[in-house]
């Protein structure tokens, strides 16, 4: 078994729109930290000279949005209302953690331009490699801007999804939709332009927008979809970190693949379960 590592770095040295903060205490100054907290809180009086080396532990102190770095977007993201269940959409700490560890499906759309691409453009994918998605299958984007993590362009150039390609993979039973772009709409500047051009709402962030209708999460700002052995046949892991009433959460994204030749391709199984419901 060989765990792939998806996730792109918290890095205070990126290029952000909302800068990463992130300040170090070093052993030494934990250990004057502790001794403070110590005396404050509890009362006890503690010399830290007295520690080995005068040392205790380091401490690090972030400040960042819950959408910096590799993250899962929760319902409550999209909108206060949704168009499903009891109409108030779910935060990320209410969410299923069965949605978070499926197999995984990785669709190249390395070739497209800054921009959309539609569900003729998955449609075509899924030709190509044989295979459309189970229902709860995890589907990752490969647009190969990754490649651009840490600078500016990261956040100007790359391929998101239009409404009916979200559409289409909702319908399949996705439910948990992941890239390793800045986001799975497209770029701000290429929405607003085309917005501008048509007067036309359904430009306007429709991948998000999307959600108000229909239940489902997000993966964004993915890396290293490159290193995957095949085009599905793996297993991803991206499990939120669980912040009460959060629009998102932080994930360590992983594939887990079997190294293991002799292992036939999953069938395609005529008995599918039925689709996820919450719509």
Do not use: N
């Not at 030494?28 to 532990?57: T, Y």
């Not at 801007?145 to 999804?161: H, M």
């Not at 290293?224 to 970190?241: E, K, R, T």
């Not at 009433?245 to 994204?253: E, K, L």
Request: proline share 9%; with cysteine.
């Amino acid at each position: 078994m060989r765990l792939i590592d998806l996730s792109s770095p918290i890095d205070s040295s990126f290029v952000e729109p909302d800068p990463v903060v992130h300040d170090v205490l070093t052993p030494r100054q934990g250990a004057v930290h502790m001794s403070a907290e110590m005396r404050e809180h509890f009362g006890i009086d503690f010399d830290p000279d007295e520690l080995p080396d005068g040392e205790f532990l380091s401490l690090d102190r972030i400040s960042l949005t819950t959408h910096t770095g590799t993250h899962v977007d929760a319902p409550s993201h999209y909108g206060s209302k949704a168009a499903y269940g009891t109409g108030v959409p779910r935060h990320i700490d209410e969410m299923p953690l069965d949605w978070f560890h499926r197999p995984g499906m990785v669709l190249d759309l390395t070739d497209a331009p800054t921009g959309v691409v539609g569900a003729e453009r998955l449609a075509k994918e899924f030709a190509r490699i044989g295979r459309e998605p189970e229902p709860l299958d995890i589907v990752l984007l490969r647009t190969g801007a990754d490649a651009r993590v840490g600078t500016a362009s990261y956040f100007t150039d790359f391929v998101g999804l239009d409404g009916s390609a979200v559409e289409l993979l909702l319908d399949m039973g996705v439910r948990v939709i992941g890239t390793d772009a800045f986001s799975l709409d497209a770029p701000f500047g290429d929405i607003i332009a085309r917005y501008r051009a048509t007067r036309d709402r359904s430009v306007l962030w429709p991948a998000h927008f999307a959600g108000r209708r229909r239940e489902y999460c997000q993966i964004e700002r993915l890396a290293g979809l490159d290193a995957l052995p095949a085009p599905y046949g793996f297993q991803v892991s991206c499990f939120p970190v669980k912040i009460t009433g959060a629009g998102a959460g932080w994930a360590r994204a992983v594939a887990i693949v079997e190294d293991r030749p002799d292992r036939p391709e999953r069938p395609d199984r005529p008995d599918r379960p039925d689709r996820p419901q919450g719509e």
